[in-house]
């Protein structure tokens, strides 16, 4: 099955400074790497998305990109806020079943300064 | 836009006790995920249904099952709860077959067992 790793645990930027997370998947057979935000509390939010057959996306301030030879993509985020604060999960979808489901990261918590 | 609804979005049981979790996805979705997240843990997927019928089952404990109605809803069972089951339970929902589409999910309820 699906095995996901992502790095770093923990991320402390300044405000207005950029973020990267970085997730590595197993299962080349994967193709679909959703990203959540989860704030305290509540549930994972989806904020962007990457599907196999592109190599990047962009939605305002937050991008991610995917290298399917080397099994990785990566979360990049731009000019942070304080509001940008909370657990970001990298995910890949897993079709060990018929549907598939998520195979999350451990989470990648991060914290921008004021 | 709608979103996922979860019932209760608290709840306290003692151990050996019973809990049932309700899901409402989001309308004209028909696939269901359950996640289960422990303290400082990532979603670990439990069991999912489509149209109706389990579709995936992940690491959901003999003690616990789960239904999905013709009206789409879906509801946990947990029995003979035990002091591990303390956790957040997700409900997640899509549209479409095999997984394509995002996962939504909903603000999750907080399990205390005691």
């Known amino acids: 099955g699906e095995n996901v790793e992502q790095h770093p645990s923990t991320l402390s930027v300044q405000e207005g400074d950029s973020a990267v997370i970085k997730c590595t998947y197993s299962?080349?057979?994967?193709?679909?790497f959703p990203w959540y935000k989860q704030e305290l509390g509540k549930g994972p939010q989806l904020i962007i998305d990457?599907?196999?057959?592109?190599g990047e996306k962009k939605d305002q301030r937050i991008a991610v990109t995917l290298n399917k030879t080397a099994k990785h993509f990566s979360l990049h985020i731009t000019e942070t806020q304080p509001e940008d604060s909370a657990v970001y999960f990298c995910?890949?979808?897993?079709?060990?079943?018929?549907?598939?489901?998520?195979?999350f990261g451990k989470g990648t918590k991060l914290s921008v300064k004021p | 836009a709608a979103g996922v609804i979860q019932s209760p979005r608290h709840l306290i049981k003692e151990k050996r006790e019973t809990a049932t979790l309700k899901c409402y996805p989001i309308?004209?979705?028909?696939?269901v995920y359950w996640y289960q997240q422990g303290p400082g843990q990532d979603p670990q997927f439990l069991i999912s249904?489509?149209?109706?019928?389990?579709?995936d089952k992940g690491s959901i404990p003999d003690r616990f099952s789960a239904q999905q109605f013709s009206d789409y809803h879906s509801e946990l069972n947990m029995s003979s709860l035990e002091l591990g089951d303390s956790a957040l339970y997700f409900c997640?929902?899509?549209?479409?077959?095999?997984?394509?589409?995002?996962?939504?999910f909903g603000p999750g309820t907080r399990l205390t067992v005691l």
């Open positions: 997640a929902s899509s549209t479409g077959t095999g997984g394509h589409n995002e996962q939504f």
């Open positions: 299962d080349s057979a994967s193709n679909y």
């Open positions: 990457i599907r196999s057959n592109v």
């Open positions: 995910a890949a979808l897993d079709y060990g079943g018929s549907q598939g489901n998520l195979i």
């Open positions: 309308p004209r979705h028909d696939t």
């Open positions: 249904f489509y149209e109706k019928m389990q579709s």
